[in-house]
């Protein structure tokens, strides 16, 4: 199988999950483990930001809402710091407008929870060809 990261050649994609919700921070790395990617769960964006993966990071599933700085503030930071990860955006909240304001702002891709694991693919698939 060709890796979805060309960058990398034979190394697998590192993905990176900012969840504070427990159960998705310990079962999406499982997942993405399953579909060829290696993953790091972090449980804010203050803990992404301060981990050192920023760089390697070829794909972000980002949650919406979460204590602290939300995922559409992590999303300006990284931008601020010249950061092009493609982001992947995850949430529980209904509203069309934050869709429509987050894809604005150049996310790859937006879920509702709960999601099925092949939309997930899709969109990781769909984020890594935009690198």
Do not use: Y
Not at 29 to 39: K, Q
């Amino acid at each position: 199988m060709e890796s979805p990261n060309r960058r990398s050649g034979n190394a697998r994609p590192l993905l990176s999950v900012v969840d504070d919700d427990e159960s998705v921070s310990e079962s999406l790395p499982d997942l993405l483990g399953e579909f060829g990617f290696a993953a790091r769960a972090f449980s804010s964006a203050q803990e992404f930001l301060s981990s050192g993966c920023i760089d390697e990071t070829t794909c972000l599933i980002l949650d919406i809402a979460m204590p602290g700085m939300s995922g559409p503030e992590l999303q300006q930071e990284l931008k601020r710091r010249g950061k092009d990860i493609p982001i992947i955006f995850i949430t529980g909240q209904r509203e069309e407008t934050i869709r429509a304001r987050v894809l604005k702002q150049g996310a790859a891709g937006f879920l509702l929870k709960p999601f099925s694991d092949a939309a997930l693919l899709v969109a990781i698939k769909t984020a890594l060809q935009t690198t």
